[in-house]
């Protein structure tokens, strides 16, 4: 959807390597959801962010909502074969009914 | 639990014929969803129930697509007649307290139409 933007499309990062993806709206998000997908399978949750400024982690992957709560980021440290997948976020907007809006995916390739 | 079931996990139908998709939610969530996946288009929303009634089917892209949910068991989601635009892998969801909440994933249905 063009009314959240991920940024990069895809990435190719060197195994231990630190990366970043970025979830991006021209609007104010009503909650904010990172998702994870490997090939072939559904999505798995990772996290949910929903007050500016908000941070969570889990492992070595960290979220953040800025305090505009407009866009988000996705860290994930020390990268390791596991981390590869698809990261799509998913936003609530103001205009969406209340409905998962779905970044296009940010394509994670780990090398060895 | 054994997580959200969807079958089959493949499809390959031809064109005008009808297709039945199908899920099993997580037993106690009271929100299920359908959701398609093409690379043209991304993951789409269709349609979602809650507590086995359709509280929004704007998503659902043609009349060829009806969904149902007979029992908080179990859902289906059917084309008819299918069409070769209609391929993708197709998700279902379900939650325990709607959009604002974690929703668990199905494997996903891959559905082709030559």
């Known amino acids: 959807s063009q009314e959240l933007e991920q940024s990069p499309q895809s990435l190719i990062v060197q195994e231990g390597k630190n990366l970043t993806i970025n979830c991006t709206s021209s609007?104010?998000?009503?909650?904010l959801y990172w998702y994870k997908q490997k090939y072939g399978e559904g999505l798995i949750f990772l996290m949910m962010?929903?007050?500016g400024g908000e941070e969570k982690s889990h492992e070595k992957i960290t979220a953040k909502l800025d305090e505009k709560k407009q866009q988000s980021s996705l860290h994930i440290t020390a990268s390791q074969p596991s981390h590869a997948g698809i990261y799509l976020c998913g936003a609530v907007l103001p205009d969406s009914n209340y409905q998962l809006i779905w970044g296009a995916g940010t394509k994670l390739i780990i090398k060895p | 639990d054994a997580g959200v079931i969807q079958s089959p996990r493949h499809e390959v139908t031809e064109m005008g014929q009808e297709v039945t998709l199908r899920c099993k939610p997580i037993s106690g969530h009271d929100y299920l969803f359908w959701y398609r996946q093409t690379m043209m288009r991304g993951l789409e929303l269709l349609i979602y129930f809650n507590n086995n009634v359709p509280i929004d089917d704007s998503g659902m892209p043609e009349d060829r697509f009806s969904a149902k949910m007979p029992n908080a068991s179990f859902s289906t989601l059917k084309i008819q007649p299918s069409e070769p635009r209609d391929s993708a892998v197709y998700f279902c969801a379900s939650s325990l307290h709607g959009m604002n909440t974690e929703a668990f994933f199905g494997q996903g249905t891959r559905l082709t139409v030559v």
């Open positions: 609007k104010t998000l009503y909650g």
């Open positions: 962010l929903q007050k």
